[in-house]
Protein backbone atom coordinates (compact mmCIF):
# COMPACT_ATOMS: atom_id res chain seq x y z
CA UNK A 1 0.00 0.00 0.00
CA UNK A 2 2.30 2.29 0.70
CA UNK A 3 5.01 1.97 -2.46
CA UNK A 4 1.69 3.24 -4.61
CA UNK A 5 1.22 5.67 -2.30
CA UNK A 6 4.51 7.45 -2.29
CA UNK A 7 5.15 6.51 -6.35
CA UNK A 8 1.31 8.94 -6.61
CA UNK A 9 2.81 11.70 -4.14
CA UNK A 10 5.83 12.19 -6.52
CA UNK A 11 4.37 12.68 -9.68
CA UNK A 12 1.68 14.82 -8.11
CA UNK A 13 4.73 17.01 -6.66
CA UNK A 14 6.54 17.08 -9.66
CA UNK A 15 3.46 17.81 -11.88
CA UNK A 16 3.13 20.96 -9.31
CA UNK A 17 6.77 21.99 -9.95
CA UNK A 18 6.94 21.60 -13.36
CA UNK A 19 3.44 23.94 -13.61
CA UNK A 20 4.31 26.26 -10.93
CA UNK A 21 7.64 27.10 -12.89
CA UNK A 22 6.22 26.98 -16.86
CA UNK A 23 4.89 29.81 -18.33
CA UNK A 24 2.20 29.72 -21.29
CA UNK A 25 4.07 30.06 -24.53
CA UNK A 26 3.21 33.18 -26.49
CA UNK A 27 2.53 36.41 -25.24
CA UNK A 28 -0.10 38.41 -23.77
CA UNK A 29 -3.64 39.13 -24.94
CA UNK A 30 -4.56 42.31 -25.43
CA UNK A 31 -6.92 42.03 -22.44
CA UNK A 32 -4.23 40.70 -20.16
CA UNK A 33 -2.03 43.24 -20.71
CA UNK A 34 -4.74 46.36 -20.40
CA UNK A 35 -4.90 44.25 -16.75
CA UNK A 36 -1.69 44.14 -15.78
CA UNK A 37 -1.23 47.62 -16.73
CA UNK A 38 -3.99 48.72 -14.68
CA UNK A 39 -2.50 46.44 -11.59
CA UNK A 40 0.36 48.15 -12.61
CA UNK A 41 -0.17 51.48 -12.17
CA UNK A 42 -3.29 51.30 -9.22
CA UNK A 43 -1.53 48.90 -7.05
CA UNK A 44 2.15 47.65 -5.74
CA UNK A 45 1.84 44.21 -6.25
CA UNK A 46 1.62 44.97 -10.06
CA UNK A 47 4.95 43.61 -11.30
CA UNK A 48 7.21 45.38 -14.16
CA UNK A 49 6.14 44.55 -17.70
CA UNK A 50 9.68 44.74 -18.84
CA UNK A 51 11.10 41.56 -19.70
CA UNK A 52 7.84 40.00 -18.49
CA UNK A 53 6.25 38.35 -21.85
CA UNK A 54 5.14 34.78 -20.53
CA UNK A 55 1.55 34.64 -18.73
CA UNK A 56 0.70 32.70 -15.99
CA UNK A 57 -0.63 28.83 -16.60
CA UNK A 58 -3.85 27.83 -16.17
CA UNK A 59 -4.26 26.18 -12.99
CA UNK A 60 -2.00 29.10 -11.44
CA UNK A 61 -4.56 31.99 -12.83
CA UNK A 62 -7.19 29.56 -11.57
CA UNK A 63 -5.69 29.56 -8.13
CA UNK A 64 -5.37 33.31 -8.31
CA UNK A 65 -8.99 33.66 -9.65
CA UNK A 66 -10.04 31.84 -6.31
CA UNK A 67 -8.37 34.24 -4.08
CA UNK A 68 -8.75 37.57 -5.53
CA UNK A 69 -9.60 40.00 -3.38
CA UNK A 70 -9.39 38.10 -0.16
CA UNK A 71 -6.56 39.05 2.69
CA UNK A 72 -4.24 36.01 1.84
CA UNK A 73 -3.90 37.58 -1.74
CA UNK A 74 -3.37 40.93 -0.85
CA UNK A 75 -0.61 39.83 1.91
CA UNK A 76 0.99 37.48 -0.83
CA UNK A 77 0.59 40.68 -3.85
CA UNK A 78 2.60 42.67 -1.13
CA UNK A 79 5.19 40.18 0.09
CA UNK A 80 6.04 39.55 -3.77
CA UNK A 81 6.06 43.25 -4.46
CA UNK A 82 8.13 43.36 -1.38
CA UNK A 83 10.99 40.95 -2.63
CA UNK A 84 10.65 42.20 -6.19
CA UNK A 85 9.56 38.60 -7.32
CA UNK A 86 8.87 38.04 -11.08
CA UNK A 87 5.84 35.95 -10.14
CA UNK A 88 1.65 36.32 -9.77
CA UNK A 89 -0.46 35.34 -6.89
CA UNK A 90 -1.34 32.02 -8.27
CA UNK A 91 2.32 31.02 -9.27
CA UNK A 92 3.10 31.58 -5.45
CA UNK A 93 0.37 30.10 -3.98
CA UNK A 94 1.13 26.87 -6.59
CA UNK A 95 4.59 27.08 -5.35
CA UNK A 96 3.47 26.54 -1.70
CA UNK A 97 1.42 23.83 -2.59
CA UNK A 98 4.06 22.09 -4.42
CA UNK A 99 6.28 22.45 -1.33
CA UNK A 100 3.38 21.42 1.15
CA UNK A 101 2.72 17.89 -0.73
CA UNK A 102 6.89 17.13 -1.65
CA UNK A 103 6.98 17.88 2.33
CA UNK A 104 4.40 15.68 3.22
CA UNK A 105 6.13 12.91 1.29
CA UNK A 106 9.00 13.73 2.70
CA UNK A 107 7.71 13.26 6.35
CA UNK A 108 5.41 10.33 5.18
CA UNK A 109 8.43 8.15 3.78
CA UNK A 110 10.56 8.96 7.11
CA UNK A 111 8.86 6.56 9.13
CA UNK A 112 6.74 4.72 6.24
CA UNK A 113 8.24 1.63 7.96
CA UNK A 114 6.60 2.15 11.43
CA UNK A 115 2.99 3.00 11.98
CA UNK A 116 1.00 4.65 9.46
CA UNK A 117 -0.98 6.80 11.94
CA UNK A 118 2.37 8.54 13.02
CA UNK A 119 3.97 8.78 9.59
CA UNK A 120 0.84 10.55 8.10
CA UNK A 121 1.00 13.31 10.96
CA UNK A 122 4.76 13.30 10.03
CA UNK A 123 3.86 14.10 6.93
CA UNK A 124 1.35 16.69 8.32
CA UNK A 125 3.91 18.64 10.54
CA UNK A 126 6.48 18.60 7.48
CA UNK A 127 4.38 19.73 5.25
CA UNK A 128 3.26 22.29 7.61
CA UNK A 129 6.84 23.52 7.27
CA UNK A 130 7.10 22.83 3.57
CA UNK A 131 4.12 25.24 3.19
CA UNK A 132 5.89 28.16 5.06
CA UNK A 133 9.71 27.54 3.38
CA UNK A 134 8.62 30.28 0.59
CA UNK A 135 6.76 32.64 2.01
CA UNK A 136 9.61 32.59 4.68
CA UNK A 137 12.50 32.96 1.91
CA UNK A 138 10.52 35.91 0.36
CA UNK A 139 10.13 37.36 3.62
CA UNK A 140 14.08 36.89 3.98
CA UNK A 141 14.60 38.02 0.39
CA UNK A 142 11.97 41.34 1.13
CA UNK A 143 14.45 42.38 4.60
CA UNK A 144 17.35 42.02 2.49
CA UNK A 145 16.20 44.42 -0.20
CA UNK A 146 14.39 46.87 2.04
CA UNK A 147 17.80 46.87 4.19
CA UNK A 148 19.28 47.97 1.14
CA UNK A 149 17.08 50.67 -0.57
CA UNK A 150 17.42 52.09 3.20
CA UNK A 151 21.29 51.83 3.40
CA UNK A 152 21.35 53.78 -0.54
CA UNK A 153 18.66 56.45 1.01
CA UNK A 154 20.29 59.09 2.66
CA UNK A 155 22.93 59.59 -0.66
CA UNK A 156 19.82 59.51 -2.90
CA UNK A 157 18.04 62.30 -1.49
CA UNK A 158 21.53 64.34 -1.06
CA UNK A 159 21.03 63.83 -4.89
CA UNK A 160 17.64 64.61 -5.48
CA UNK A 161 18.36 67.99 -3.14
CA UNK A 162 21.27 68.88 -5.95
CA UNK A 163 19.17 67.84 -8.80
CA UNK A 164 16.41 70.15 -7.81
CA UNK A 165 19.09 73.29 -6.65
CA UNK A 166 20.14 72.81 -10.31
CA UNK A 167 16.38 73.61 -11.64
CA UNK A 168 15.24 69.97 -12.24
CA UNK A 169 11.37 69.43 -11.36
CA UNK A 170 10.66 66.91 -9.27
CA UNK A 171 8.93 64.41 -11.46
CA UNK A 172 12.56 64.76 -13.81
CA UNK A 173 14.65 64.27 -10.50
CA UNK A 174 12.98 60.90 -10.04
CA UNK A 175 14.02 59.88 -13.50
CA UNK A 176 17.26 60.66 -12.81
CA UNK A 177 17.51 58.75 -10.04
CA UNK A 178 15.50 55.96 -12.21
CA UNK A 179 18.38 56.14 -14.03
CA UNK A 180 22.03 56.94 -11.88
CA UNK A 181 20.71 54.78 -9.29
CA UNK A 182 21.63 51.49 -8.27
CA UNK A 183 18.84 48.56 -7.50
CA UNK A 184 16.68 48.49 -5.71
CA UNK A 185 16.50 51.82 -5.11
CA UNK A 186 16.95 52.86 -8.98
CA UNK A 187 14.23 49.98 -9.51
CA UNK A 188 11.70 51.61 -7.34
CA UNK A 189 11.67 55.10 -7.91
CA UNK A 190 11.69 54.33 -11.99
CA UNK A 191 7.91 52.43 -10.76
CA UNK A 192 6.89 55.70 -9.66
CA UNK A 193 7.83 57.60 -12.79
CA UNK A 194 6.22 54.84 -15.05
CA UNK A 195 3.04 55.07 -12.51
CA UNK A 196 3.20 59.06 -13.17
CA UNK A 197 3.45 58.17 -16.93
CA UNK A 198 0.39 56.27 -16.95
CA UNK A 199 -1.18 58.54 -15.68
CA UNK A 200 -1.13 57.85 -12.01
CA UNK A 201 -0.80 61.23 -9.62
CA UNK A 202 1.92 61.59 -7.83
CA UNK A 203 1.25 61.82 -4.17
CA UNK A 204 -0.57 58.22 -5.01
CA UNK A 205 2.62 56.90 -6.47
CA UNK A 206 4.96 58.29 -3.81
CA UNK A 207 1.95 56.62 -1.68
CA UNK A 208 2.47 53.42 -3.91
CA UNK A 209 6.04 53.43 -2.72
CA UNK A 210 5.96 53.58 0.35
CA UNK A 211 3.59 50.46 0.45
CA UNK A 212 5.96 48.18 -1.58
CA UNK A 213 8.86 49.40 0.70
CA UNK A 214 7.68 49.99 4.53
CA UNK A 215 9.84 52.19 6.22
CA UNK A 216 9.72 55.07 8.95
CA UNK A 217 12.60 57.00 6.56
CA UNK A 218 10.98 56.82 3.39
CA UNK A 219 7.51 57.76 5.10
CA UNK A 220 9.40 61.26 6.32
CA UNK A 221 10.37 61.64 2.48
CA UNK A 222 6.76 60.98 1.44
CA UNK A 223 5.48 63.29 3.81
CA UNK A 224 8.06 65.92 2.99
CA UNK A 225 7.11 66.05 -0.56
CA UNK A 226 3.64 65.75 0.08
CA UNK A 227 3.70 68.86 2.26
CA UNK A 228 5.81 70.92 0.10
CA UNK A 229 3.37 70.56 -3.00
CA UNK A 230 0.08 71.58 -0.78
CA UNK A 231 2.03 74.75 0.98
CA UNK A 232 5.14 75.40 -1.00
CA UNK A 233 8.57 75.62 0.27
CA UNK A 234 11.87 75.14 -0.21
CA UNK A 235 11.88 71.33 -1.50
CA UNK A 236 15.92 71.21 -1.62
CA UNK A 237 16.91 72.07 2.00
CA UNK A 238 14.29 70.26 3.10
CA UNK A 239 15.42 67.34 1.34
CA UNK A 240 19.11 67.90 2.36
CA UNK A 241 18.06 68.45 6.31
CA UNK A 242 16.15 64.96 5.93
CA UNK A 243 19.13 63.31 4.04
CA UNK A 244 21.33 64.22 6.57
CA UNK A 245 19.14 62.92 9.65
CA UNK A 246 18.90 59.69 7.51
CA UNK A 247 22.40 58.74 7.37
CA UNK A 248 22.82 59.53 10.82
CA UNK A 249 20.24 57.20 11.43
CA UNK A 250 21.45 54.66 9.34
CA UNK A 251 25.13 55.23 11.20
CA UNK A 252 23.45 55.05 14.84
CA UNK A 253 21.90 51.54 13.82
CA UNK A 254 25.26 50.11 12.02
CA UNK A 255 27.12 50.79 15.95
CA UNK A 256 23.59 48.91 17.38
CA UNK A 257 24.31 46.18 15.31
CA UNK A 258 28.32 46.06 16.11
CA UNK A 259 27.27 46.20 20.07
CA UNK A 260 24.64 43.51 20.02
CA UNK A 261 26.60 41.19 17.26
CA UNK A 262 27.69 38.38 19.97
CA UNK A 263 24.10 38.45 21.57
CA UNK A 264 22.44 37.99 17.78
CA UNK A 265 24.97 35.10 17.33
CA UNK A 266 24.71 33.51 20.63
CA UNK A 267 20.96 32.72 19.68
CA UNK A 268 21.90 31.06 16.32
CA UNK A 269 24.20 28.91 18.09
CA UNK A 270 21.68 27.88 21.46
CA UNK A 271 19.26 27.35 19.14
CA UNK A 272 21.05 24.96 16.94
CA UNK A 273 23.16 23.48 19.48
CA UNK A 274 20.23 21.18 20.49
CA UNK A 275 19.12 20.37 16.76
CA UNK A 276 22.76 19.58 15.88
CA UNK A 277 23.61 17.24 18.72
CA UNK A 278 20.10 15.47 17.99
CA UNK A 279 21.44 14.42 14.27
CA UNK A 280 24.65 13.69 15.70
CA UNK A 281 23.11 10.89 18.12
CA UNK A 282 21.12 9.97 15.38
CA UNK A 283 23.83 9.34 12.95
CA UNK A 284 25.82 7.66 15.61
CA UNK A 285 22.80 5.30 16.90
CA UNK A 286 19.85 5.38 14.73
CA UNK A 287 17.64 2.81 16.44
CA UNK A 288 18.30 4.72 20.23
CA UNK A 289 16.81 8.30 18.67
CA UNK A 290 13.79 6.74 16.68
CA UNK A 291 12.52 5.48 20.32
CA UNK A 292 11.89 9.24 20.84
CA UNK A 293 9.37 8.90 17.71
CA UNK A 294 6.58 6.48 18.88
CA UNK A 295 3.38 7.19 20.56
CA UNK A 296 3.91 8.77 23.36
CA UNK A 297 7.07 10.06 23.52
CA UNK A 298 7.06 11.92 20.40
CA UNK A 299 5.07 14.60 22.73
CA UNK A 300 9.20 14.97 23.96
CA UNK A 301 10.47 16.52 20.53
CA UNK A 302 7.88 18.10 19.62
CA UNK A 303 7.65 20.07 22.52
CA UNK A 304 11.88 20.55 22.71
CA UNK A 305 11.21 21.91 19.28
CA UNK A 306 8.36 24.37 19.99
CA UNK A 307 10.52 26.14 22.82
CA UNK A 308 13.66 26.00 20.70
CA UNK A 309 11.69 28.26 18.20
CA UNK A 310 9.80 30.35 21.02
CA UNK A 311 13.29 30.98 22.46
CA UNK A 312 15.02 31.97 19.59
CA UNK A 313 12.20 34.72 18.63
CA UNK A 314 12.86 36.13 22.46
CA UNK A 315 16.65 36.54 22.10
CA UNK A 316 15.77 38.04 18.69
CA UNK A 317 13.43 40.55 19.98
CA UNK A 318 15.59 41.41 22.94
CA UNK A 319 18.37 42.16 21.02
CA UNK A 320 16.29 44.23 18.14
CA UNK A 321 16.92 47.67 19.23
CA UNK A 322 14.74 50.55 17.49
CA UNK A 323 16.66 54.23 16.49
Do not use: H
Request: aromatic share 6%; with cysteine; proline share 3%.
Amino acid sequence: MLLPIALIAIVLAAALLFLGSRSRRGGLSPEDMSERIGRYATREEMLSVSGDTGGPNRIARGLEEMTKGGTAAERAASLLARADAKLTVGEYLLLRLAAAAGGFLLGFLFLAGGSIVLAVLVGIVVAFIGNLLPQISFSMKAKKRQKKFLDQLGDTISLMANSLRAGYSLLQTLEMVSREAPDPIGTEFGRVVREVGLGVGNEEAMQNLLRRVPSGDLDLLVTAINIQREVGGNLAQILAIIGQTIRERVRIKGEIAVLTAQQAISGYVISALPVVTGLGIFLMNPSYMMGMFAFPWVCMPIGAGIMIVIGFFVMKKITAIEV
